[in-house]
């Protein structure tokens, strides 16, 4: 079975300051990963994903993450958070294939302070 | 990329009666949609794959005689909330992926239900 684990439900972080969110996942094969970001009452908006090939990838409004297998860990980063910033942010994993299913985590809650 | 489409946004309805909410995909064809459920505070718990053509797969402890999923064409998954009861209230969003190639799943932008 597949899962996710988002160990941390809310961070706080001050405007400008830098931004890691952590993303653990279980998945049988090579696992398709991604971060979503939902602003409250909206729906999902895709941050970035990975694949294959490089296994930094860069997103959308200035986001990247690393994939290790090693570790299981998808981790997002962001070298500087803007207010706008502040959201929900899910991490998720699914298979290749229209057909698979994608599985979240619990979700992280960014509120960033001035 | 990819749009999915999901109507309507809103929807209040009294207890005892039946929601429909649909789910498109607007540029793309999807043999497979999804449907997740969100409880305030809470992440999107999967309740359903709907394939075309065929039924839907449902998730342990989701009752498919009251969540009905519909999914007559490449394009379009509906939803029926049947009987809804004040504890059906949610936000309850959809996805799709392009049946043709691996890519992300593109979601719909929701759709608020409330029971009263």
């Known amino acids: 079975a597949q899962s996710v684990t988002q160990p941390d439900i809310h961070i706080t972080v001050s405007e400008g300051a830098s931004l890691e969110l952590r993303c653990n996942y279980s998945y049988g094969a090579t696992p398709y990963l991604f971060w979503y970001v939902q602003s409250p009452g909206q729906g999902l908006q895709l941050l970035l994903k990975?694949?294959?090939?490089?296994?930094l990838v860069q997103g959308i409004k200035g986001f990247e993450a690393e994939f290790k297998r090693s570790q299981s860990s998808f981790n997002l980063r962001k070298p500087s958070v803007h207010w706008s910033d502040a959201a929900e942010y899910f991490c998720a994993v699914g298979g290749s294939g229209g057909y698979q299913k994608v599985t979240f985590g619990t979700g992280t809650k960014l509120q960033v302070i001035p | 990329g990819a749009v999915v489409s999901q109507h309507p946004s809103r929807v209040i309805c009294k207890s005892g009666t039946s929601v429909k909410i649909e789910c498109r995909s607007l540029d793309f064809q999807a043999t497979t949609m999804f449907w997740y459920r969100q409880f305030p505070k809470q992440s999107l718990m999967l309740m359903a794959t709907?394939?075309?053509?065929?039924?839907?797969?449902?998730e342990q402890g989701v009752e498919k005689d009251k969540f009905l999923i519909n999914h007559a064409s490449l394009t379009l998954s509906t939803l029926t909330v049947t009987s809804a009861h004040p504890e059906d209230s949610s936000f309850y969003i959809c996805?799709?992926?392009?049946?043709?190639?691996?890519?992300?799943?593109?979601f719909g932008q929701g759709t608020r239900l409330t029971v009263v």
């Open positions: 996805s799709a992926r392009d049946r043709g190639r691996n890519t992300e799943a593109f």
């Open positions: 709907s394939n075309e053509g065929s039924k839907a797969t449902y």
């Open positions: 990975y694949f294959s090939g490089d296994t």
